[in-house]
């Protein structure tokens, strides 16, 4: 499958369909001894509207210009099965051997390709929702692990722990958001399933067929509750788009479209795809089907661009120069894969799309992971990934935990620097935060290997560098001040003034001079609001008074202030004046720290 483990590593492969073999792709898989959740019930008989030898298609035409390609698939022996007609792509299914032979003759449709070498499962017309593991509560406390500090995340976690305004999407087999480190940032509102390349929101069927989706998410923003373990933004939201389908846990080409069209219409503002676009390990133009793929996923990946989302993705983990390919002997991985000549026109999707930010993987210690693809000008940044017994210590379903390597387990870490810098530039476009992500990364000199080639400043195993979380969130020097937060809402009316409280203990003497105030407040029209900082002793310290033809939403900031002249311990207090009538909002969190 598509994210199964590199055999070098010490984490068990999972199962792959009869007469398949699991690819060297995006991502680690199960910890021994941990069984992955378990997968959906099979259909007990054909659903309604299934026939065997069912295949799906995608079909290109102009975008918003799809009632010819539809009627072309009906006249075709064929099924709408689902549409984004946005972009252009039509997903259909046939069993007729013929059947994309005629549609490419056909006046207005521009692509048309198979999307697997296997047939469409039955489930596909009614889908079984995946387990709700029973959860099992932990001992565990949180502690500094070796890829946080690596990157500075737990540096960075004293300044911003991210801002619950930004999403994250994790586009993976799923997420288990009952888990106790996963649930105080779950989003179930965003989540879905994209299996199929349908959406199902069902309540539910976002959940993990595997494991391989809870790990990331525990990554990106496992919640800083004192247990388990912290996420690189444990302040953000995450949210699931299951895009793996259950039983052979692969991600075929429609899946991701309805992936990313969600993505973009959900407002994510980043999403993590830790794996590739099944059956083709590589797709070529000069294949028709692998052409239509390209297109396909290229137009969803900038629709979702064009709405504010930057998508994150895993190199792969076949030690592969991903510039210089020559052969492919992983593909087709739904069915029987043989050995074919590629050239560099044959691209990894989604990892090689344009726009996307490609993530290698380092071991602990910042060299190159063994296993992690590599490739000059086709590596963006790089971050942790684990190398053999050294993995990534993170959740997995039933509230459990566990370590897994791979690029995988990279891609998530720069997933949440990139949440993180989006929390603190709330203007930032993607590509604001692909640049931002590329300048602030901690350059890695190649080692003596002659596959890297390039500078200290930008080669072909680290691209620009190891990615910075400190960097990320405005810091310079490790903070050594105590931390204070209040995550109670308190609601903003018209025409009125709200204060919020933090008590403060066992902080000795007066305050800094550069005491940081993180603010995190929701409103429809922020040119009403005076933010203030009222300190134990009465002193009021002006934070902000937004300019009165400020019409943007929201304040997501960490100010600065000399309270120097305050003592420390007692009663603090965010102030927040509306002056206005006709927008109210919210205090969602706010902290301190000294």
């Known amino acids: 499958m598509a994210l199964a483990a590199p055999a070098t590593l010490a984490t068990a492969a999972a199962a792959a369909p009869t007469g398949t073999t699991p690819a060297l792709a995006a991502g680690a898989d199960r910890v021994p001894g941990t069984p992955a959740a378990a997968p959906a019930a099979p259909v007990a008989r054909a659903a309604a509207g299934w026939a065997a030898g069912t295949r799906s298609y995608l079909v290109i035409s102009a975008p918003a210009d799809t009632a010819a390609a539809k009627a072309a698939v009906t006249a075709n022996g064929g099924t709408v099965f689902a549409s984004y007609d946005a972009i252009g792509v039509v997903v259909a299914h046939s069993t007729s051997a013929s059947f994309a032979t005629a549609l490419r003759g056909v006046a207005g449709v521009q692509k048309v390709g198979a999307t697997r070498t296997s047939d469409v499962p039955a489930d596909a017309y009614a889908p079984a929702l995946p387990a709700n593991p029973a959860q099992a509560a932990t001992t565990l406390t949180e502690s500094n692990r070796w890829d946080m500090t690596q990157i500075k995340a737990d540096q960075a976690w004293a300044v911003s722990t991210g801002s619950p305004s930004v999403k994250v999407g994790v586009l993976d087999t799923g997420v288990d958001d009952q888990h106790q480190d996963l649930a105080p940032n779950f989003d179930a509102a965003d989540s879905a399933s994209c299996a199929y390349g349908k959406a199902d929101t069902r309540a539910g069927a976002w959940r993990d067929v595997d494991t391989h989706g809870t790990h990331v998410a525990g990554t990106i923003a496992a919640a800083k509750n004192g247990k388990g373990v912290v996420g690189v933004a444990p302040g953000v939201k995450i949210a699931s788009v299951r895009i793996a389908e259950p039983s052979s846990t692969l991600f075929y080409a429609e899946n991701t479209v309805c992936g990313f069209v969600w993505a973009g219409d959900h407002g994510f503002k980043v999403t993590n795809n830790s794996y590739y676009t099944d059956p083709w390990q590589f797709n070529c133009p000069d294949n028709l089907d692998q052409a239509a793929i390209i297109e396909g996923v290229k137009r969803a990946q900038e629709y979702a661009e064009g709405k504010g989302s930057l998508q994150v993705a895993a190199a792969g983990n076949s030690n592969y120069d991903l510039a210089n390919k020559t052969t492919d002997s ?265």
């Not at 344009?354 to 940044?381: L, Q, W």
């Not at 204070?484 to 609601?491: G, I, P, Q, R, S």
């Not at 134990?536 to 309270?563: H, I, M, Q, R």
Request: charged share 15%; hydrophobic share 35%; aromatic share 6%.
């Open 330 to 594: 992983e593909s087709p991985n739904d069915s029987t894969p043989v050995t074919r000549t590629i050239t560099n026109a044959c691209i990894d999707i989604p990892t090689e799309l344009p726009g996307v930010v490609t993530v290698a993987a380092t071991g602990s210690g910042s060299g190159k992971a063994s296993y992690s693809n590599f490739g000059r000008g086709v590596i963006d940044v790089a971050a942790p990934g684990g190398d053999g017994a050294t993995g990534v210590y993170s959740t997995l379903p039933g509230g459990k935990y566990g370590s897994k390597s791979g690029t995988s387990m990279a891609s998530p870490h720069v997933t949440g620097v990139a949440a993180l810098i989006a929390g603190a530039n709330p203007t930032f476009t993607p590509a604001d935060i692909r640049a931002k992500l590329a300048a602030q990364a901690n350059d890695l000199a190649c080692p003596s290997d002659s596959r890297c080639t390039g500078t200290t400043a930008n080669n072909g195993f680290f691209g620009e560098g190891q990615v910075d979380a400190l960097k990320a969130v405005g810091g310079s020097i490790p903070p050594t001040g105590k931390y204070f937060e209040n995550l109670t809402d308190v609601a903003i009316t018209d025409n009125a003034t709200v204060e919020s409280p933090i008590a403060v203990t066992g902080v000795t003497g007066n305050a800094s001079a550069t005491l940081k105030v993180g603010v995190d407040i929701k409103h429809t029209y922020r040119g009403d609001l005076v933010i203030s900082l009222v300190a134990p002793d009465g002193a009021v310290y002006l934070l902000e008074d937004f300019a009165n033809g400020d019409s943007a939403d929201d304040v997501a900031k960490t100010y600065t202030v000399n309270a120097s002249a305050s003592a420390a311990n007692g009663t603090w207090k965010l102030r927040v004046k509306d002056g206005a009538s006709g927008d109210v909002g919210t205090v969602d969190a706010w902290n301190l720290t000294f």
